[in-house]
């Protein structure tokens, strides 16, 4: 019964036949972002059993104890923590304005409203289930259980880092110093922020995003990680390769994620045929720019027949060409 109801709030589109490392997802289906609605997250998260589920987990005004790696002033290796707030501020390009303080949302609440934040500064918005998708990649945070503590502790940097937005290689390994890793903390940690200023990115970089190749390793395994030339087939795939350089299990994941949950994400809607048109210019049967002996010709070889809509010298559209034919052609005549 939950199935076919979950079915009912989300009609899956036909599922992918398989993963294609050039097409991972279409620019449509990483820009639609009315595929779900702020419920429609909720029971989706709901249904996942996710830590992320609103009666399970409110963002907090300000997320305590971010841990984050650094170098410390003899070269060790060492853990900080530092207290969040959970402050949103305007883009560089539109000011340093603050937004609000997301404490007290839902994590849904969060996704939902951001996907189309700025969309007219960006031009663009970002679809949620792209979101969701990227936090089970980066972190496993959507089946990390709400009811099952030991997959989800305090400690665990998947708590404050699901989408490990701005948690680059450099501070992944020790490359930061004390001062510089607690800003970018302070700047990206806990899942409200994350979540907005990851979708700022993929906004700010699609639109100048493009199908130029690119370079990437097939593994983020040190052991199997061969470099190989992506042709991008939508500037949506080449984002994700920027976000994450290798294919497995990077992009593999990203894809089986949306494909198993949402319906396969290189989905294009087809553009359906117009049909039949007529001329750019009326009664120019040619179709050659200029009304003049030669349409004239046309239209009288074809005179009291029926034929396709606006050929053969039918310019009203309606199949038969006759005086109403002639009388459009005649205003247009020498023009």
Not at 41 to 54: D, H, R, T
Not at 308 to 313: K, L
Not at 326 to 335: C, E, M, Y
């Given at each position: ?105 839902t994590v849904s609440e969060v996704i939902f409203k951001y996907s189309t ?143 198993s949950w949402f319906g396969d994400p290189t989905y294009t809607p087809s ?43 039918d310019l009203s559209g309606d199949g038969l060409v006759d005086s109403t ?11």
């Open positions: 019964m939950l199935v076919a109801f979950f079915v009912g709030l989300f009609p899956l589109k036909l599922m992918a036949s398989s993963f294609d490392q050039n097409l991972i997802i279409s620019d449509y289906s990483f820009t639609n972002s009315s595929s779900m609605t702020q419920a429609q997250i909720e029971s989706f998260l709901v249904e996942k059993n996710s830590f992320w589920v609103g009666t399970n987990y409110v963002i907090p005004a300000t997320v305590e104890n971010v841990r984050f790696p650094y170098k410390d002033d003899l070269g060790n290796n060492a853990w900080g923590t530092v207290n969040v707030p959970q402050d949103v501020y305007l883009p560089p390009g539109l000011g340093s304005g603050f937004i609000e303080n997301l404490g007290g949302k934040e700025l969309s007219n500064y960006y031009g663009i918005s970002i679809n949620p289930q792209v979101i969701l998708s990227l936090m089970q990649r980066e972190s496993s945070s959507i089946l990390n259980s709400a009811n099952d503590g030991s997959k989800f502790k305090e400690s665990e940097l998947n708590k404050y880092w699901p989408l490990y937005y701005c948690y680059n290689e450099t501070m992944a390994s020790f490359g930061y110093n004390y001062t510089d890793a607690r800003q970018r903390t302070l700047d990206f940690g806990g899942v409200g922020l994350q979540v907005v200023y990851a979708m700022r990115n993929f906004k700010n970089k699609f639109q100048n995003s493009n199908l130029n190749t690119i370079i990437v390793g097939t593994s983020s395994s040190p052991l199997d990680n061969a470099q190989i030339t992506i042709s991008p087939q939508s500037k949506a795939t080449r984002l994700l390769y920027v976000y994450t350089p290798w294919i497995r299990p990077g992009q593999e994941n990203f894809y089986n994620n949306f494909n553009t359906p045929d117009p049909g039949p048109q007529p001329p750019d210019k009326a009664g120019d049967c040619a179709r050659d720019g200029v009304v003049d002996s030669t349409d004239l010709s046309i239209l009288a070889d074809s005179w009291g027949k029926t034929v396709s809509v606006y050929t053969q010298g034919d002639l009388s459009i052609l005649a205003d247009g005549w020498g023009k």
